[in-house]
């Protein structure tokens, strides 16, 4: 693209008119930006590399990173930042890019103590790892690594979902929410509260039909009679026929 292209390319973007949704959100991102917490820069000396804060009064960079972790130590940041950048890179070689990614899903979690800044960096790299097996998963060439990057990658799927409710159990205290509703109930009903399981209803009986007649098991004892000798037999009279 030459010199007056890009030109042309400036004036069609400068042209453009942004619709109120638009400039709500392009405002509402800067100022949140204003008061984003610094990026990290690897500088390179050499045969070794050392992490920085890419912003330029040094010292409020790092209030707003600690803010930023939920902790006000500078020898936590310090180890904490060279554990993400051993995580993220690989080699000997360190990834800017890789390292400013996995702080910024830290700073995304905004964890409110060391606690919440340690457990968030654990989810980042667990999803990093999840990624990469991921990336195996689709790239196999037999069964049998097939098989390796499913576990592994279902292991890692598991792990990051008990992450995520580790967390939310240590920021609630461990409380469980109970939801009370209002329950109506009328004259002569019955409210019940647990799990109702409901049967077979069976058919209303015939009111003309007879009664059924209970028919006792053939294996149950049958009902010894019992006579009282100091009773006197009862005589019973016989009718007289008419003449």
């Given at each position: 693209m030459t010199a007056r292209d890009r030109k042309q390319d400036n004036a069609k973007k400068n042209d453009y008119e942004r619709t109120p949704r638009e400039v709500a959100a392009v405002s509402k991102f800067q100022s949140r930006r204003t008061t984003q917490a610094p990026r990290i820069k690897v500088i390179?000396?050499?045969?070794?590399?050392?992490?920085?804060?890419?912003?330029?009064?040094?010292?409020?960079?790092?209030?707003?990173?600690?803010?930023?972790?939920?902790?006000?130590?500078?020898?936590?940041?310090?180890?904490?930042?060279?554990?993400?950048?051993?995580?993220?890179?690989?080699?000997?070689?360190?990834?800017?890019?890789?390292?400013?990614?996995?702080?910024?899903?830290?700073?995304?979690?905004?964890?409110?103590?060391?606690i919440e800044a340690m457990l968030a960096a654990q989810m980042a790299a667990v999803h990093k790892a999840t990624m990469t097996f991921a990336r195996r998963l689709a790239h196999v060439d037999n069964l049998a690594q097939q098989d390796s990057a499913e576990r592994a990658l279902n292991k890692l799927a598991?792990?990051?979902?008990?992450?995520?409710?580790?967390l939310k159990r240590y920021r609630t205290g461990g409380e469980q929410k109970v939801t009370v509703q209002h329950v109506t109930v009328g004259e002569g009903?019955?409210?019940?509260?647990?799990?109702?399981?409901?049967?077979?209803?069976?058919?209303?009986?015939?009111?003309a039909a007879a009664p059924q007649l209970a028919i006792a098991d053939a294996k149950t004892a049958p009902m010894s009679i019992i006579e009282n000798p100091t009773q006197a037999p009862v005589a019973v009279p016989r009718s007289s026929k008419k003449k």
């Open positions: 390179k000396g050499g045969d070794h590399a050392t992490l920085a804060l890419d912003h330029p009064d040094n010292a409020t960079a790092s209030v707003l990173l600690m803010e930023a972790l939920g902790t006000t130590d500078p020898d936590f940041v310090t180890d904490f930042l060279s554990q993400l950048a051993n995580v993220s890179s690989q080699g000997r070689e360190l990834d800017e890019c890789a390292i400013n990614f996995m702080l910024a899903i830290v700073k995304g979690i905004e964890p409110r103590d060391q598991r792990t990051f979902a008990g992450q995520m409710e580790a009903g019955q409210a019940i509260v647990g799990n109702v399981t409901q049967g077979r209803r069976e058919a209303a009986p015939d009111k």
